[in-house]
């Protein structure tokens, strides 16, 4: 079955300064990926997914995310961070039974 | 458009009471199912999935159960909560295909004392 891994439970940058949030997963075949985020007591929203086709690729709210095979991650990117950003980030991975694996989370707290 | 809807939106039970949860869906016609839990500090655990009225597929066994009585509705159960079935609820759905992107609702933080 495939899992994900998110090494960071927590992470601390200033407001301005870029982001990257680690993803690795583990799956035999391509694998559908996607990053979602969730602020304090609400459901979840999808910044970006992956399936096929260009390896970078571009979501909402400014964030981008990288598939690398060679290295079995997925990982989430913001030149510039703001003070909403602050959020609880989960990387999640598809597989072809109807089910997807999400990540233990990575928190982001954003200094002013 | 679409829109998911779950209640009730906090729950306080003792330990050993019944639980039912729902989620209804609208704006869309046989979308995949799934109920989710977020233990506190922890990520999403898959309870369980449905791709149509009574499939039930569980990934993770517990004294948690779920049912799907119509198209568009997905109810979480249990008989007798234990202290571990606290935390936070959340309902998604997808259209057909792992993937599609999961729509998720606003949640049910579950407190059983």
């Known amino acids: 079955a495939q899992s994900v891994t998110q090494p960071d439970i927590h992470i601390t940058v200033s407001e301005g300064a870029s982001l990257e949030l680690r993803c690795n997963y583990s799956?035999?075949?391509?694998?559908?990926l996607f990053w979602y985020v969730q602020s304090p007591g609400q459901g979840l929203q999808l910044l970006l997914k992956?399936?096929?086709?260009?390896?970078l690729v571009q979501g909402i709210k400014g964030f981008e995310a990288e598939f690398k095979r060679s290295q079995s991650s997925f990982n989430l990117r913001k030149p510039s961070v703001h003070w909403s950003d602050a959020a609880e980030y989960f990387c999640?991975?598809?597989?072809?039974?109807?089910?997807?694996?999400f990540g233990a989370g990575t928190r982001l707290t954003v200094k002013p | 458009s679409q829109t998911i809807h779950q209640w009730p939106a906090t729950l306080v039970q003792p330990v050993g009471s019944p639980l039912s949860l729902e989620c209804t869906v609208e704006?869309?016609?046989?979308?995949?199912l799934y109920w989710y839990r977020q233990a506190a500090g922890r990520g999403l655990q898959l309870l369980f999935y449905?791709?149509?009225?009574?499939?039930i597929s569980s990934e993770v066994p517990q004294n948690l159960s779920a049912s799907r009585p119509q198209d568009r509705q997905f109810i979480l159960s249990s008989k007798k909560l234990l202290l571990s079935d606290s935390g936070f609820y959340l309902c998604?759905?997808?259209?057909?295909?792992?993937?599609?992107?999961?729509?998720f609702g606003p949640g049910t933080r579950l407190l059983v004392l």
């Open positions: 999640a991975v598809g597989a072809g039974n109807n089910d997807m694996r």
């Open positions: 449905s791709v149509g009225i009574g499939q």
């Open positions: 998604a759905w997808s259209v057909r295909g792992i993937q599609e992107t999961q729509y």
């Open positions: 704006g869309t016609s046989n979308p995949n």
């Open positions: 992956y399936f096929s086709g260009d390896t």
């Open positions: 799956y035999g075949a391509t694998p559908y």
